[in-house]
């Protein structure tokens, strides 16, 4: 391993501060992204600022919402009983990620922090532009089943691995912050960038910003996470959905989707929002509209299959959350390795 500087940060402003002035320093919090990356030689640092022990954790009622502190942990969050029962996507894209271990430990600021699991990029003998800007990309050409459909560049064709931050962007969840320039608030949905010409820059935050918490706004309707991996534990999503809906009697008043696993970003399917506002939710709806959210994808050689997964998948979140469908269970079934189905029932920690 690189050999780095270890501090403990004793403010926000002094780690603020104290990434800020080198170039090559950077924060953790849980570790469980860090640590891999600095043993697989991905991320050499000179210095770690561990900024787990500012008091960043609560989570509290905020603004008709809930304002979770950027050193919550995953399992905090997901438990919390106000996120249970409100913004049950966050709980179930929460606890369809990673082990209970990791959930332990984990942050709700590392988790959309975390970098791509593009094999490429933590295999230092291929050329990746994300870890080494101008080496070229070894996915395109190479295999590419895991990689995006929508918003991919000549330079870089990942995916963002996070299943929170799917939740998060479809419910407009926002960030705080504080950093070098003070605090500045960013939409979830502007937090992550597409690859353009510098795949490396994964978010907007500057060198130094420290998320502080993650705020989650007011919102009376349902919310839904659904997610296809490979294998029911310890694996990411190929494709993932989270649903938000808000009704007006029969119909539906404002619809909010977000895709995972098909681009560098949370993807929000913004068209199709737009094609379910004022329906009655009918199945005929839900697959015209998982039909116009993957119009404009743009497959790799060997990513197609993710189009008609994906489809199926918002097809089958807009019927749950919109109870047309009844619920698979706390581990939905239509998909063998989902996880899913709580939407409001409160679950037992495990
Ligand atoms: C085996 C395994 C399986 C996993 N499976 C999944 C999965 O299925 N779904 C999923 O979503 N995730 C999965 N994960 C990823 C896991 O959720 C993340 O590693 C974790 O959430 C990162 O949080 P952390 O606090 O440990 O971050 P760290 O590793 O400490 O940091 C991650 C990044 O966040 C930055 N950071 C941390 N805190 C702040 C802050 N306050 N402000 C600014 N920057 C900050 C760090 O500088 C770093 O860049 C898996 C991880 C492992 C090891
Ligand atoms: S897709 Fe992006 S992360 Fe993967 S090899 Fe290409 S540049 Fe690197």
Aim: proline share 7%.
């Amino acid at each position: 391993m690189h050999p780095f500087q270890y501090q403990r940060a004793t403010s926000g402003s002094q780690a603020v501060a104290a990434v800020a002035k080198i170039p090559d320093a950077s924060f953790i919090a849980g570790g469980t992204s860090q640590v891999d990356l600095l043993k697989e030689g991905v991320h050499q640092p000179s210095l770690l600022v561990d900024v787990a022990g500012l008091p960043l954790r609560q989570i509290t009622d905020f603004e008709d919402g809930v304002r979770i502190g950027a050193n919550a942990t995953n399992t905090e969050a997901a438990y919390y009983p106000a996120i249970l029962a409100r913004y049950p996507a966050v709980s179930e894209a929460l606890l369809a990620g990673a082990s209970v271990q990791i959930r332990n430990m984990a942050t709700m600021a590392g988790n959309p922090l975390q970098r791509t699991r593009c094999p490429y990029f933590r295999d230092l003998a291929q050329p990746c532009n994300k870890r080494t800007p101008g080496s070229g990309c070894a996915a395109i050409g190479g295999y590419n089943h895991v990689h995006a459909l929508f918003g991919a560049s000549a330079a870089c064709v990942a995916t963002h691995p996070s299943d929170l931050a799917v939740a998060l962007a479809a419910l407009d969840a926002r960030v705080q912050t504080t950093g070098p320039q003070g605090p500045r608030t960013i939409a979830f949905t502007d937090l992550h960038r597409l690859p353009g010409t510098t795949p490396h820059l994964d978010t907007v935050l500057a060198h130094g910003e420290l998320i502080t918490s993650i705020d989650l706004p007011a919102f009376a309707g349902r919310s839904h996470y659904l997610k296809v991996r490979e294998r029911a534990s310890y694996a990411y999503a190929l494709a993932s959905c989270a649903v938000a809906l808000e009704m007006d009697g029969p119909k539906i008043k404002r619809a909010r989707i977000a895709l995972g696993g098909v681009a560098s970003k949370p993807w929000r399917a913004t068209s199709t929002e737009a094609l379910l506002a004022g329906h009655v939710p009918t199945e005929k709806l839900f697959r015209a509209a998982a039909t116009a959210a993957f119009a404009d994808a743009k497959p790799l050689e060997h990513n197609a299959y993710k189009i008609p997964m994906g489809r199926n998948l918002v097809v089958r979140a807009l019927l749950e959350t919109s109870g047309l469908q009844p619920l698979a269970g706390p581990a939905g079934t239509a998909f063998a390795a989902s996880v899913g189905g709580m939407a409001g029932q409160v679950a037992t920690p495990n």
